[in-house]
Antibody
Framework: EVQLVESGGGLIQPGGSLRISCAASGFTVNRNYMNWVRQAPGKGLEWLSI???????NYADSVKGRFTISRDNSKNTVYLQMNSLRAEDTAVYYC??????????????WGQGTTVTVSS | DIQMTQSPSSLSASVGDTVTITCRASQGISNYLAWYQQKPGKVPKLLIY???TLQSGVPSRFSGSGSGTDFTLTISSLQPEDVATYYCQKYDSAPLTFGGGTKVEIK
């Protein structure tokens, strides 16, 4: 079964750092594009970051320079390192796949999300 | 960066009605447009990709159309289980921007 499972969310103080994870099963992360998307309480979806098959990355302006996406091919897992966290980063964070192997680039598989709360 | 504008932001319709949601891109994106459904408290679910292709398992009352800058999502014969927020998203290139969402309720 194709599945994504996020973990690592929690309560963190402003200015702090946190790394969240997205473990994949049923497919290989480095053969697909992998993304992070977040949703603040009561708000819409916000795309944050992508890691391409070749390892290149891209970021939304709102997190550029503070967040870093990476992957561990041996663990088939994607990460989002979040530094200099602010209250406005409070959200549910989802990872999502773009199925490059099927030549599709929509986000067809999503994880269940992990909640990050930035508060003192 | 290309902006994605959805309208309306919310709507209320009766069961059986036809509902249309529009999404406009500030620049052309060919047909690299997806629609997602998010029910309250749930994970977003892919409905339509490449503007008009129905994802497997999605009821045929959902349909999409458009190319370039103007796109529509149509729900024919609205059902109670269609209560949700619907998002469009461009995926031609990063940033993979979402529209602001359209909340659909039953009248």
């Amino acid at each position: 079964e194709v599945q994504l499972v996020e973990s690592g969310g929690g309560l963190i103080q402003p200015g702090g750092s946190l790394r969240i994870s997205c473990a994949a099963s049923g497919f290989t992360v480095n053969r697909n594009y992998m993304n992070w998307v977040r949703q603040a309480p009561g708000k819409g979806l916000e795309w944050l970051s992508i890691i391409y098959t070749g390892g290149n990355t891209n970021y939304a302006d709102s997190v550029k320079g503070r967040f870093t996406i990476s992957r561990d091919n041996s663990k088939n897992t994607v990460y989002l390192q979040m530094n200099s966290l602010r209250a406005e980063d409070t959200a549910v964070y989802y990872c999502a796949r773009q199925d490059v192997e099927a030549a599709r680039y929509d986000m067809d598989v999503w994880g269940q999300g992990t909640t990050v709360t930035v508060s003192s | 960066d290309i902006q994605m504008t959805q309208s309306p932001s919310s709507l209320s319709a009766s069961v059986g009605d036809t509902v249309t949601i529009t999404c406009r891109a500030s620049q052309g994106i060919s047909n690299y447009l997806a629609w997602y459904q998010q029910k309250p408290g749930k994970v977003p679910k892919l409905l339509i990709y490449v503007s008009s292709t129905l994802q497997s398992g999605v009821p045929s009352r959902f349909s999409g159309s458009g190319s370039g800058t103007d796109f529509t999502l149509t729900i024919s014969s609205l059902q109670p289980e269609d209560v949700a927020t619907y998002y469009c998203q461009k995926y031609d290139s990063a940033p993979l921007t979402f529209g602001g969402g359209t909340k659909v309720e039953i009248k």
